[in-house]
């Protein structure tokens, strides 16, 4: 891995040469428009393991708003997309993008040589002010069956860290110990795992594997857009209907999606789940299957013509919804029910609001607790929904063995 700069350097020029018309401004400090196309430059395992295949198109996900050059460094980033293969098992792939820095004449001459043929030279622009240098995204990306963020965050920080500052530790140690350390599915208990770097991260595994890991992106979900907003959506999702969350944050719209569907324990989402679409597939928002979508925001106006899908922006805390759709909300009282207790959680001042004397403590818990608890309150919604629901199954006998289905029509009794 000793010279993966330089490849690096080697296959952006290569790719830079394929760019539009619009190529020669990449090269312009206040023209920086076109857009280029990702590669993968190594990967690890080199060959697919045959439980975990390697994704395809992952480059579109590292870059959801496409692969530019710019004039000033940016700050390293994070996120986690999610893909989801032809068996409808899902992989988190942690994305962490950083910034590294090419001489801005390297990259003019390539252009000018590939594109022209030698026939246009740099001083064909002499009016243009051109920049020394400009900068490359490059994203380290880490595949997993597990969903477990802070831990992919550090990982990958670890390894940008030995990778920048030249530690002593070998890279190819880090990225080894990573590949084969075994976490199992499932268990409670907690594991400790280090990448040979002085590091230490620890992971808790879930008590069933179908249990979903919601850290606080629940307790975010219900900030970002309040009760009766997220309950909408709740409903919404139950209901199979097109939701579409917008942020300028890719990790919000991540958080937000993993938010939605862990309230909707125990019933799993079966339709199309894509936290995160690259803008080159906003076509997909066209499909007439229901979906759970996020979408940067920097795409709002390309989504204001679907007329059938309800628009969830988290940066503004609203949620639209088309006049054509129609959403049965939970009965009552169950309605009511769930909306005290939710206010209870988030906030618990407004049980003594109106007392004289009102007690000291009245804070919100921490919020990783308060996900715990809204959680809690779903599943206690569910066991109400499901309660009694033996009385609407129909055992029908005609066939050679007995057939039990849901007959809706049935009542239980009260």
């Known amino acids: 891995m000793g010279n993966w700069k330089h490849r690096f350097l080697r296959l952006f020029l290569k790719e830079?040469?394929?760019?539009?018309?619009?190529?020669?401004?990449?090269l312009?400090?206040?023209?920086?428009?076109?857009?280029?196309?990702?590669?993968?430059?190594?990967r690890f395992p080199e060959k697919d393991w045959e439980d975990s295949?390697?994704?395809q198109g992952i480059e579109l996900f590292c870059q959801p708003s496409g692969w530019q050059v710019v004039p000033e460094q940016q700050p390293a980033s994070f996120f986690v997309a999610v893909l989801t293969d032809i068996n409808s098992d899902r992989h988190y792939c942690a994305c962490f993008t950083f910034w590294e820095c090419l001489e801005n004449l390297q990259v003019m001459n390539t252009i000018s040589t590939s594109m022209f043929s030698g026939q246009i030279q740099l001083?064909?622009?002499?009016?243009?002010?051109?920049?020394?240098?400009?900068?490359?995204?490059?994203?380290?990306v880490l595949v997993s069956q597990l969903d477990y963020t802070e831990v992919f965050r550090n990982c990958l920080g670890l390894i940008y860290t030995v990778h920048v500052d030249g530690l002593t530790v070998p890279l190819?140690?880090?990225?080894?110990?990573?590949?084969?350390?075994?976490?199992?599915?499932?268990?409670?208990?907690?594991?400790?795992i280090t990448l040979g770097a002085g590091d230490r991260q620890v992971i808790q595994t879930p008590i069933s594997d179908s249990l979903p890991v919601s850290g606080c992106s629940v307790a975010q979900l219900f900030r970002q857009l309040g009760i009766i907003n997220v309950l909408y959506l709740f409903c919404a999702a139950l209901t199979e209907h097109k939701i579409l969350f917008l942020s300028s944050s890719y990790q919000r719209l991540t958080d937000a999606c993993r938010g939605l569907l862990a309230i909707m324990f125990p019933l799993k989402y079966s339709f199309t789940y894509v936290p995160i679409l690259p803008g080159k597939l906003l076509e997909v928002l066209s499909t007439p299957t229901p979906f759970i979508i996020g979408v940067n925001s920097f795409f709002r106006s390309e989504t204001q013509e679907l007329l059938d899908v309800i628009i969830a922006d988290l940066d503004g805390g609203t949620v639209t919804i088309p006049e054509c759709v129609h959403i049965s909300l939970l009965p009552e009282p169950l309605l009511q029910q769930t909306q005290t207790a939710l206010s209870m959680v988030l906030d618990?001042?407004?049980?003594?609001?109106?007392q004289a004397f009102p007690p000291q403590s009245t804070q919100p818990s921490a919020l990783k607790i308060q996900d715990k608890e809204i959680r809690a309150i779903f599943l206690w919604l569910f066991a109400r929904l499901f309660q009694g629901y033996?009385?609407?199954?129909?055992?029908?006998?005609?066939?050679?063995?007995?057939?039990?289905?849901?007959?809706?029509?049935?009542?239980?009794?009260?």
């Open 390 to 414: 033996r009385w609407c199954l129909h055992i029908i006998r005609i066939h050679p063995e007995p057939v039990i289905r849901f007959h809706k029509v049935h009542q239980r009794p009260r």
């Open 28 to 42: 312009c400090p206040l023209a920086v428009e076109g857009e280029g196309q990702g590669c993968i430059l190594q």
């Open 172 to 192: 190819e140690t880090v990225i080894g110990n990573l590949l084969t350390c075994v976490i199992p599915l499932a268990g409670g208990s907690q594991r400790t």
């Open 348 to 354: 618990p001042e407004l049980e003594v609001a109106d």
């Open 16 to 26: 830079s040469s394929r760019l539009t018309s619009a190529s020669f401004r990449l």
């Open 123 to 140: 001083t064909a622009f002499p009016d243009v002010v051109q920049p020394a240098k400009v900068f490359a995204p490059k994203s380290l």
């Open 53 to 55: 295949p390697f994704p």
